[in-house]
C-alpha cells in the first residue's frame, strides 16, 4: 500500500522512530534555506560538510528560545507537536546537536552536523506519499470537482444513518498519540481546498460538505496503518468524487532527494 514501508531511510542507515541522542530533524524550503527567522543553507552545510551555529536572541536564553529542531517522529508517542508549515513543498534533514564551547557557563550556542536529507513525505506520517498525492489533487481542483465533494458526502454520509467512524478515529487517534498528526493533515488539507476554491474566485465554508469530506481523508490517512477498515469508511466521501486517492502521483517534492 503506498505511504508504507520505510525503504528510504533504510537506505540512509536511520530509522525514523529511533534517532539517536541529540538528533533530531528539521524542516526547511525545498532549496534547503530555513524558514521565518532561520537563514541557515542546510543545503550547503550537507555539502561542504560543515556545521551551522546556532545563536542565542539577543537577551533570551536557549533554552527558553522555540527549538529549531525536533526530536520525536510525528506519529511517534511523545511527538507533542510538528514542524509543520504552510509553505508545502518542504524540505526535511536529519542532523545532530553539538553544544559550543561556552554552552556549559551560559547556553549561547549550538552547532548542528547535517547528515541527510531525506524524503520529505516522512514529516506527513506512515502513509505520508498518499498524504502529499493528496495535497497535491486538491489543489488543482476544478470549482464543479469542489461541487461533487460537497455532493459526495451527503451521498457517503446521508443523515438518516450517519456513521460514527469521525469519533471512532478522533478516539483512535488519542489513544495513540496521533492527535498532533491528525491535526496537522486536516490544517493542510483545508489550506489545500480553500486555496483551490480562491483559484476560481469562490470560498469554501466552515464545516460546508466539501470541507468535512477533506478533513475525513484527513483522518483517515493519520490513522490508517492502525485501522485500514476505518480509514476506508473515512475515505468514502472523497473516493466517491475522485477516486481512489491512493493512486495519484506522488509529487516530486516529497519522495526525491
Known amino acids: 500500500m503506498p505511504g508504507l514501508g520505510w525503504e528510504d531511510w533504510t537506505a540512509a542507515g536511520v530509522d525514523p522512530n529511533r534517532l539517536p541522542a541529540d538528533w533530531g530533524w528539521k524542516v526547511t524550503r525545498p532549496s534547503g534555506h530555513g524558514f521565518e527567522d532561520d537563514l541557515a543553507d542546510y543545503a550547503a552545510a550537507l555539502r561542504d560538510r560543515r556545521s551551522i551555529l546556532l545563536e542565542e536572541s539577543p537577551g533570551v536564553a536557549l533554552r527558553h528560545r522555540k ?18 508549515t504552510n509553505d508545502i513543498p518542504f524540505g526535511l534533514w536529519i542532523f545532530s ?3 559550543g564551547d561556552d554552552e556549559a557557563r551560559s547556553g549561547r550556542t549550538w552547532g548542528q552536523t547535517i547528515w541527510f536529507r531525506v524524503p520529505a513525505w516522512w514529516a506527513l506520517g506512515p502513509q505520508g506519499r498518499t498524504a502529499a498525492a493528496m495535497l497535491a489533487r486538491l489543489k488543482k ?11 459526495s458526502y451527503n451521498k457517503a454520509w446521508p443523515t438518516d444513518r450517519e456513521d460514527p467512524a469521525w469519533y471512532e478515529a478522533q478516539d483512535l487517534a488519542a489513544n495513540t498519540d496521533r492527535a498532533p498528526l491528525k491535526n496537522a493533515l486536516i ?25 468535512k469530506s477533506v478533513c475525513f481523508a484527513a483522518m483517515a490517512l493519520a490513522i490508517e496503518d492502525l485501522s485500514p477498515s476505518l480509514a476506508h469508511r473515512l475515505l468514502g466521501p472523497l473516493h466517491l468524487a475522485l477516486g481512489d486517492i491512493h493512486t495519484c502521483p506522488v509529487p516530486t517534492w516529497a519522495h526525491s532527494l
Open 187 to 211: 490544517k493542510h488539507t483545508e489550506t489545500a481546498l480553500d486555496r483551490a476554491a480562491r483559484t476560481h474566485g469562490k470560498r469554501v465554508t466552515d464545516f460546508s460538505d466539501e470541507q
Open 141 to 151: 481542483l476544478t470549482w464543479d470537482e469542489v461541487l461533487t465533494l460537497r455532493r
Open 97 to 99: 546537536l553539538t553544544p
Open 67 to 84: 527549538q529549531p529542531w525536533h526530536r520525536a517522529a510525528p506519529y511517534a508517542s511523545g511527538a507533542t507537536y510538528l514542524p509543520f
